[in-house]
């Protein structure tokens, strides 16, 4: 036992020396490395990053102490607008820093090929993108709510409902509603800025949405057989309201989504067309019939009714915010000769008049390229 103990004892007194020894070039080395900031080390006011003996690194670096760390992937710029739709149309752009909101695309959707024909800017180039076949029916809005509107068909035989997402150009969901003779009023009803797959049922009055928030469904009997659909942000929180427009009365129903109201207005023409929108650019849908060439609006920001003679009578109601000052232009798109003529708010209402599509064409104006 007493030998082992004296071996120990030895050993000991070999290392003890040595780990001092080591102690004491660490410590010299630490000092030298600290004097001569050869430490990685972050300026807490510039965020400039160093590595070993000062070299400089990204400040996308994910470690400075490790020299062989990969930087870190640029992030995303983030979303700081939130997009408020009504199916097509653009509702509102809330982002406190927005000095204009971005102007709606000219756009077709044919028919006899799938495609959808994006009309580019000055900078920017066409988009032609195929979704869909002959027969179906576009639904164009803001599925994935990142702000751009999503190439998306509604197909009648199987009323599946596809929507290409502009996010991530993946297929959002397959989803069926609604039956073929349903009226599609895809709108962001729920106020979450996607827009909500949704029907209205002309035969019992049933409003069907299914809410992109939680994909729950949500029924609302409201309207009557032979009325029009006119859904809109009538009371300007940001979401759809419900509503109807009734021929017969002259007047439109719809229910306040901010507190559940019902509100009747009066715009005294005959015609089974409305083209509601915000016209006057205060944040609220105006009721709005367009009869013959005539476009009857009742403005939401006084209450007053104007009314604009605007081209022919056969043309094709496109009413959207062309030229970006938050305000809808009134328009309208010529099938015989695939012309857009659009009455420019920002610019004294002067005439806009261009050529984008052919004879046969769908018009389906809205945010696809952002
Ligand atoms: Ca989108
Ligand atoms: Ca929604
Ligand atoms: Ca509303
Ligand atoms: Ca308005």
Redesign the pocket.
Known sequence: MSLQYSQLFKKRRKILPRAFIFLFVTLITIGVFAKNNWFPSMDALTGARTGWFGSELPSNASSSWNPLAAPLPTPAPQLSKEYIYAGQRLLAVEDTFATAIAPADLAVWRPSTGTWWVMGGPNSQQIAQSWGTNGDKPVPGDYDGDGKTDFSIFRPSSSQWFVLQSSDSAWAPIISWGIPTDFRVPADYD?DGKTDRAVWRAADGVWYIVRSSDQSSYYQTYGAYADIPAPA?????????IAVWRTSEQKFYSI???DSSVSVVTVSQSSSQPVSADYDGDGKADHAVRNGSNWVIRQSSNAQTITVSWQDAADIAVQNDYDGDGKTDIATWRNSNGNWYIRQSANRNSLRQVQWGIPGDIPIPAYYRR
């Open positions: 106020g942000d009538y009371d300007g929180d940001g979401r759809a309201d306040n989504s901010s």
